[in-house]
């Protein structure tokens, strides 16, 4: 089910995705409060629509104002500990990793999902990016089911 909220104009595409990370000092006193902060933080979301008869609205944060979006709660494609990866299963995260230049590591590290996180695994895609895991950990690229509001 989608949810009205407030964007960046510039970032106001269908199909792209974030992270709400909550309220910005900035939000302070602004008239828009209730129609802006309206999501989960931490949840990774998908742009799903964008309002195009709505007006740009002036923003604090963005410097090109807001537009009302249609969002979801999105997919989030991470590694996990190969024993643990199969469809349905519940699971969590390796652990943290500190090679950034690794190509595995946005998947090992994902945008929307804590370490410590149980999650749902909705699909196992296959093998990761990475040719060797340079901690030694036995990895399955999947994609976690998004998280239910």
């Not at 309206?38 to 949840?43: I, V």
């Not at 995260?93 to 946005?106: F, I, K, N, R, V």
């Not at 999650?119 to 093998?127: K, M, S």
């Amino acid at each position: 089910m989608s949810t009205v909220t407030l964007v960046g104009t510039r970032l106001a595409d269908v199909g792209r995705e974030f992270v709400y990370r909550g309220e910005s000092d900035a939000c302070e006193g602004c008239p828009y409060r209730g129609q802006c902060l309206n999501l989960s933080e931490g949840t990774r979301y998908r742009i799903t629509a964008v309002r195009e008869n709505a007006r740009t609205l002036e923003c604090a944060v963005h410097d090109a104002g807001v537009r009302a979006v249609e969002v979801e709660p999105a997919s989030v494609p991470a590694n996990v500990p190969s024993r643990r990866a199969y469809a349905g299963n519940t699971t969590a995260l390796a652990g943290d990793c500190p090679h950034t230049e690794c190509p595995s590591h946005h998947y090992c590290v994902p945008d929307g999902v804590d370490f410590e996180e149980e999650r749902t695994i909705e699909q196992v895609l296959g093998d990761p990016p990475h040719d060797h895991c340079l901690l030694d950990r036995d990895l399955t690229l999947v994609e976690f089911a998004p998280e239910e509001e």
